[in-house]
């Protein structure tokens, strides 16, 4: 049985609770990183680049059949970045809304973002980019909801 | 002005309140002053006492609180005359920022000077605010957008202007000549008197972008010669939204207005309008009254607290910065003009600028990180973007320590 959308978003937030400085907070992070299931190069196109991030972030989703679900679909997230906070952001993420159908995606809550200690990124500044991926993969979803 | 005295930078400190705040539980280092810089007490009490005491409409109304209003606002106007030596208060135009202050300049001069053909020269080290204006008032008028090249070392390379002879600055097309008095991104102090006084001797008009250069260097128009300069209240520690356009006085005259509104005018009626005097003919609608009156306090804080001196202090720690930050593997400055302000950027073999600021930020150190608003810049040099520290009258040495030990630390992480 796979974990649902919220014990992902739980299991990350009980990982980054035993970290009490930001220092392995970060360090975790940049580990996440590398653990991102990442794009292939044939789609690190302008078009798949999330636009407000200060590094560069790529984005790909595509649409799968579901295994446990008979007639549902579910997205899979393909990403990477030039900087290795943001990298271990977007594994973040993906970690958590990676083959979802879109019904869940655009259901979630973020607040686990704020409880892992990154509140930071949350803010709508346009150089930290997190509300900017959050965003492109809630427009994939709905792209992907409306397709029959 | 006071009586020059030691530096005394545990003074100086204890008139910025925001330097006592903790961020993610250490002290700021507040290095971004080439963004904002901090406001004094003086400033945030100034403007806070606007509100209080005298908050009404300036040039409307008979009460006793619109003459105050008044009268504030154009006290600050001749302080602000007196600090960069206008010949007349009325040169100095109240704006919102230096964005504004070109705004206005770009499009008021593309209206009087700019026909088909004719050319703009700007430099490859100027901020967005100073070349999009002038790529808009082109389009509008046909025009041609010229820029300076940038050496190595983040100068001005004037004998390799495009399609000019070595050694020939201007075209016999060019009309304006536009540049920054000192380089936000790189932090080069320009030549601009030696330019401006070439300039001149071809009839063209000269306008600076002195955002970066107001709070660092003593400004004196009539020396510098130039037509127009403009700059930011909050670069130079007074409030956000005020901004200052300085014109000689009979080119201000030759100009048509930029917006059009209330307190510009003289005669309105359907068919035509006369326009207000100056400076009134450049300030259409309501000031940043409070605003100005901290802007006008920010420049009488800097003279009391003697501008030379504090320049002095910022260039030491530019020294100490830079000797220190070599030191790190890999780091490279990018800006290494022998002229420079307290500015300083560099990017560091292999490692995002965003995750260097990033985990800067965590210490409690604020840096600038990205491209500056100086995308053609960062595109000469070949980089996406820099880390830039800029310094101001209240930084220390044991901050700029502080920078080094964080960014150590930093670069251990990425790595």
């Keep these: 049985m796979t974990m649902s959308l919220a014990q992902s978003q739980q299991e990350l937030i009980d990982e980054f609770a035993m970290f009490t400085d930001w220092q392995d907070r970060y360090e975790h992070l940049i580990e996440l990183g590398k653990d991102l299931p990442l794009i292939a190069p044939k789609h690190k196109t302008d078009d798949n680049l999330v636009r407000g991030c200060q590094s560069r972030v790529w984005l790909n989703a595509e649409q799968r059949a579901s295994t446990s679900l008979s007639d549902g679909t579910i997205i899979h997230f393909t990403a990477d970045s030039d900087a290795m906070i943001t990298k271990g952001i977007v594994a973040l993420l993906v970690r958590v809304y990676n083959d979802r159908t879109p019904q869940e995606i655009l259901g979630a809550s973020t607040e686990f973002i704020d409880r892992i200690g990154l509140r930071e990124h949350l803010s709508p500044n346009r150089a930290n980019g997190l509300s900017a991926m959050l965003d492109q993969m809630k427009r994939y979803a709905l792209a992907y909801s409306s397709k029959p | 002005m006071k009586v020059a005295t030691a530096y005394d930078i545990e003074e100086i400190r204890a008139q910025f309140p925001i330097l006592k705040e903790l961020v993610h539980g250490k002290p700021l280092v507040y290095f971004d002053n080439a963004a904002t810089s901090q406001k004094p007490r003086r400033v945030i009490k100034a403007e806070s006492a606007y509100y209080a005491t005298i908050n009404a ?12 209003a008044t009268e504030a606002q154009e006290a600050a106007r001749e302080t602000i005359r007196r600090h960069i030596n206008a010949k007349h208060a009325h040169e100095v135009i109240f704006t919102s920022g230096t964005t504004a202050s070109m705004n206005l300049a770009a499009f008021s001069l593309g209206q009087l000077l700019l026909k088909k053909g004719d050319e703009v020269l700007i430099s490859g080290m100027e901020h967005h605010a100073n070349i999009v204006p002038w790529q808009l008032a082109c389009e509008r008028h046909g025009a041609v957008l010229k820029v300076i090249p940038i050496t190595d070392s983040g100068e001005w390379d004037l004998g390799a202007i495009p399609g000019q002879a070595r050694n020939d600055i201007f075209g016999e097309k060019t009309r304006i000549l536009a540049i920054s ?235």
């Excluded at chain 2, 790189?186 to 030549?191: E, K, Q, S, V």
Aim: proline fraction near 3%.
């Design chain 2, 181 to 415: 008095h000192v380089s936000n991104t790189l932090g080069t102090i320009n030549p601009v008197k030696e330019l401006i006084a070439q300039a001149k001797k071809k009839g063209i008009i000269t306008v600076v972008d002195g955002a970066q250069a107001i709070a660092h260097l003593d400004i004196d128009v009539q020396d510098l010669g130039c037509d127009l300069y403009a700059f930011s209240g909050h670069k130079a520690y007074g409030p956000t939204g005020t901004g200052v356009l300085y014109g000689r006085e009979e080119l201000l005259n030759e100009m048509p207005p930029w917006q059009g509104g209330g307190e510009m005018i003289d005669v309105v009626t359907f068919e035509k309008t006369t326009y207000a005097k100056l400076p009134f003919k450049f300030e259409a609608g309501t000031p940043h009254i409070a605003g100005i009156f901290g802007l006008g306090e920010a420049f009488r804080w800097m003279e009391d607290y003697d501008k030379a001196a504090m320049a002095a202090h910022e260039h030491m720690l530019l020294e100490h910065a830079t000797k220190e930050l070599l030191a790190i593997d890999g780091l490279r400055i990018i800006g290494t003009a022998k002229e420079k302000v307290g500015v300083i950027s560099f990017v560091i073999d292999g490692i995002h600028h965003y995750d260097l600021g990033t985990l800067l930020d965590q210490q409690g150190i604020a840096v600038r990180t990205g491209h500056h608003c100086t995308q053609p810049l960062m595109e000469r040099f070949g980089v996406s973007g820099t880390t830039r520290a800029s310094f101001a009258c209240f930084n220390t040495i044991v901050e700029v320590d502080a920078m080094i030990a964080a960014m150590k630390k930093a670069v251990k992480m990425l790595r």
């Design chain 2, 57 to 68: 409409n300036v040039h409307r109304g008979v009460h006793t609180l619109s003459t105050k």
